[in-house]
């Protein structure tokens, strides 16, 4: 019987390669083992390299000391300095001399007639150590004798290199400078003669002085237009009152700048006086009396002169206003000439500026480079790169290259995943079922259990083990799958169990019979029908005539019972096949197949129907409605995947 086993998704895609692992281990193994002694034995067949490293120390101070940063940039990171220093000491000018003082030519490794400076540099390491000035420079070759010598003339002819570059820096600095320093001298005494005459053409003592002056001037001519500008706008306002105001004799007093004086005072009092006198006489005398005609011609007078005052004041008052705007304008004279001053004052400033930072830029390019000429001449042999062997290299003991470990681990990991694609590839080619894993993973089904090949001499030991050899492997394998068939149903197992196969020569009948004798040692009867009408088989094993038997009772109306037979296995009935139909299928699928099995679930508690495969007729397919479980069989090395798979769906 075969169950829906639920989809696990990752985890079952895991344990299917597992077992193409497991199904194809030796192939994976031999790749393994070809791969490790493949590696094993292509690093015995290398060539040893030996590797020798020498440590220097490179100084980066010295240049400072010196201070020549025209000659060659000093001030550059520490970083790319060092980088600097790594690709000199792998020039090809270093490795030439190294070449020459070695005489490598003559050695056999360099014997070929070709650049041995290249060949040199291809072979040659160098690292600076990481926040440090010290750099290992490493040689490899196959003599451990000879590369000891090469790594430690290179750091020697790079340290000579080194020196006789800093002295023809020198040598080249030195001639420079001579050559900067004369025309450097000449441009500071024209920067400074220029200076001289400016000054003296304009009488420049001290322009910080004389441009206080001018701003202190500037600004107190610019208060002084404006107080003038204020009072004359004041006058002129006064004046426009007193114009508007002479008409009226009494409004004169009021103004600020005529009334309220005595002189006004007395004559208005005067005035008043006099009308009063004439307006009591006019109570008692005429108009034309001499008296009258006298106090008026006294009144006239009298307002004559108040009259001439008020106009003497308008004429004082426009003078005033006169000599205000005429201040103004001599004031705001004086403050264009002072601002004209200012202005020539700020040229002569910018020029005189100008002047004196020409003096001072001519001066800044001479006084170092005078100072350097003088340092160069004192150390011509100490302007170079400073290099210290401080580890010599020494000849080494274990050679570097092949890295056997490393080879040997590649190897073996090569031949894994060889042996792993090719345990896929096989699986892949190989069309037919090996375990019980692959068919559940193939059929969605859960397996039973799986029974070992039977090669029993006698014939009834192979289809009855449980019955003639029950200690047998086979015997147990069948009993465990009887256990799992009891347990699939709650402990009673299904009553009509039918046995089929993708295939014939699966071992369909063989496992019908082993499974009937099972079940009918559990103490209960079980009846076996043999319902595969083409080709019967059941009967043989058993030792029995075919005779009679399902097709009799489908087809002729025989009663069950008198086609059962009794085998010798105890509580174990057998129905043949009867006589081949010639529908078998719709005998199958027929009302008589119906009430044959009511009652057959009557009469006996397990029925075990041996039906034909399902690829080749559809006997099965007909019968497994009626079935209260499907046993299906497949042969190792025998089904093919495509079948099981369908038949799993």
Excluded at 527 to 554: F, Y
Aim: aromatic share 6%; with cysteine; hydrophobic share 40%.
């Amino acid at each position: 019987m075969a169950t829906h086993r639920p989809d696990h998704g990752s985890h079952e895609a895991v344990l299917d390669y597992w077992r193409i692992v497991k199904t194809h281990r030796y192939v994976v193994l031999a790749m393994f083992a070809l791969g490790v002694l493949a590696s094993i034995t292509s690093t015995h067949l290398m060539t040893p390299i030996y590797r020798a490293t020498a440590r220097v120390l490179v100084e980066d101070e010295t240049p400072r000391m010196v201070g020549v940063q025209v000659a060659y940039p000093v001030d550059m990171p520490q970083e790319r300095y060092y980088r600097t220093q790594v690709e000199l000491i792998k020039s090809r000018p270093v490795l030439r001399a190294v070449a020459l003082r070695l005489r490598l030519e003559t050695w056999e490794e360099f014997a070929g007639g070709g650049d041995i400076a290249s060949a040199l540099a291809a072979r040659v390491t160098v690292k600076p150590l990481r926040n440090t000035k010290l750099i290992d420079v490493s040689f490899e070759g196959p003599d451990k004798t000879k590369v000891a010598d090469v790594a430690n003339a290179i750091v020697e002819c790079f340290g000579e290199d080194s020196i006789q570059w800093g002295q023809n820096s020198s040598k080249f600095a030195t001639g420079w400078i001579g050559k900067q320093v004369p025309r450097l001298r000449a441009d500071v005494m024209a920067a400074e003669g220029r200076l001289r005459e400016f000054q003296e053409e304009h009488k420049i003592l001290s322009l910080d002085r004389e441009q206080s002056i001018v701003s202190q001037r500037l600004v107190q001519l610019s208060k002084d237009v404006t107080n003038a500008e204020r009072a004359r706008i004041d006058l002129e306002a006064e004046l426009i009152q007193l114009d508007a105001a002479q008409e009226d004799p009494r409004v004169i007093e009021f103004l600020p700048a005529a009334g309220g004086t005595q002189a006004f005072r007395q004559l208005e009092s005067l005035i008043l006086s006099l009308q009063s006198q004439r307006t009591g006489l006019l109570k008692v005398l005429r108009h034309d009396h001499r008296d009258v005609r006298a106090l008026d011609a006294k009144i006239a007078e009298a307002r004559a002169e108040y009259r001439a005052k008020v106009n003497a004041a308008i004429s004082a008052f426009k003078r005033r206003a006169e000599a205000a705007r005429f201040k103004e304008r001599a004031l705001r004279e004086a403050l264009e000439l002072q601002e004209k001053k200012a202005l020539e004052l700020n040229e002569k400033l910018v020029r005189l500026n100008a002047l004196q930072q020409e003096v001072q830029r001519a001066k800044e390019l001479y006084e170092p480079m005078l100072q350097r000429w003088g340092e160069l001449g004192l150390a011509s042999g100490l302007n170079t790169v400073p290099v210290q062997i401080r580890e010599p290299a020494e000849e080494p003991l274990y050679p570097v290259k092949p890295r056997r470990k490393l080879i040997v681990a590649a190897g073996a990991l090569l031949g894994l995943l060889v042996g792993l694609r090719l345990a896929f590839l096989l699986e892949r080619s190989y069309s037919k079922i090996r375990s019980a894993e692959e068919l559940e993973h193939l059929a969605g089904l859960r397996a039973l259990g799986t029974v070992p090949h039977m090669t029993a001499k006698e014939e009834n030991k192979l289809y009855l083990a449980c019955h003639f050899d029950p200690k047998s492997s086979a015997a147990e394998a069948y009993r465990s799958i009887r256990t799992g068939l009891l347990l699939s149903a709650g402990g009673d197992g299904p009553c009509v169990l039918l046995v089929t196969s993708a295939v014939d020569q699966e071992g369909k009948t063989t496992t019908a019979l082993n499974i009937a004798s099972a079940l009918a040692q559990t103490q209960k009867r079980a009846l076996l029908v043999d319902a595969d009408m083409r080709r019967s088989s059941v009967h043989r094993p058993l030792g029995i005539e075919k005779g009679a038997g399902l097709s009799t009772c489908l087809s002729d109306g025989v009663e069950p019972k008198e086609v059962v037979r009794e085998s010798e296995v105890p509580s174990l009935s057998i129905i043949t096949a009867g006589p081949t139909p010639e529908n078998p299928s719709e005998l199958l699928g027929s009302k008589a197949m119906s009430s044959f099995l009511e009652w057959a679930r009557q009469d006996f508690d397990f029925i075990v129907i041996d039906s034909p495969p399902v690829a080749a007729v559809t006997d099965a397919s007909v019968l497994a409605p009626v079935a209260d479980g499907v046993l299906m069989v497949v042969r190792a090395d025998r089904t093919l995947r495509r079948a099981a798979s369908s038949d799993g769906s």
